[in-house]
């Protein structure tokens, strides 16, 4: 089976039994934590920031923590999220002045960097920068809440970022986020993404292991072109 990634965003989680909640979509067959920063600026939301990472890891998560900023500026939180733990780092190339050098800090760092792409931004953003990059997020949502419907031209979008990367030769990631659920994750897959964000579909859900076991049926079923040899 491809090399498919389930990224539960803590976002739609219990913030008050935060480490539980982690846990447990952990032990229900969870690859990554999907850890939403928002900032009441760049979005009209605020969530966490690099002490509550750095107190999952404390806790004990041992697991990838793939840092979404919704913020800006973005570069000085940078630095902090690497020293609390994050493995991987993305952010808006609208929130940097600098998207070159913010990329560059995030591996310096020593993270994984990420742009993300709004359902409005152009993929020309990628250009010049693809290369350095190891995650391409496509939002399938405009950021800042959880629960809201997956915007169906998304598909499209993926696709050809999926070229773009194949294009490149490189191990790049390609990840969605928002509105994947267990009846679309199938058709988000065949569109080329491999690192699937979902929220709602799983914290709201009774049974997390249940709604994650669904989505990988799904997966499998899918059998996408997106299937790249030796992503990591
Ligand atoms: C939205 C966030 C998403 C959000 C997804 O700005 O980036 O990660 O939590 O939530 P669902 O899966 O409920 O759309
Ligand atoms: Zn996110």
């Given at each position: 089976m491809a090399d498919f990634l389930i990224a539960p965003s803590?976002?739609?989680?219990d913030f008050a039994r935060l480490g539980a909640e982690v846990d447990a979509v952990l032990d229900a067959g969870a690859d990554v934590v999907h850890f939403d920063v928002m900032d009441n600026h760049y979005v009209p939301n605020l969530t966490v920031g690099p002490l509550v990472c750095d107190a999952l890891r404390r806790y004990g998560v041992q697991a990838p923590i793939d840092v979404h900023l919704m913020v800006k500026p973005v570069d000085r939180l940078v630095e902090e999220f690497a020293a609390a733990g994050a493995s991987w780092i993305s952010f808006h190339?609208?929130?940097?002045?600098h998207a070159h050098r913010t990329i560059s800090l995030i591996r310096e760092v020593g993270c994984r960097p990420g742009l993300v792409l709004n359902p409005a931004t152009p993929l020309s953003c990628l250009d010049h920068v693809l290369d350095d990059l190891d995650l391409v997020l496509v939002m399938s949502v405009n950021p800042g809440f959880g629960g809201q419907a997956f915007i169906p031209s998304s598909l499209d979008k993926l696709r050809a970022v999926r070229e773009r990367i194949t294009a490149s030769g490189r191990a790049i990631r390609l990840e969605v986020d928002g509105g994947i659920k267990p009846t679309n994750i199938g058709a988000v897959a065949a569109a080329g993404a491999d690192t699937f964000v979902a929220g709602s579909a799983i914290f709201g859900s009774a049974d997390y292991a249940a709604t994650i076991a669904s989505m990988r049926k799904e997966l499998a079923a899918a059998a996408p072109s997106a299937a790249v040899a030796g992503l990591s």
């Open positions: 803590v976002l739609s989680a190339p609208e929130a940097s002045e």
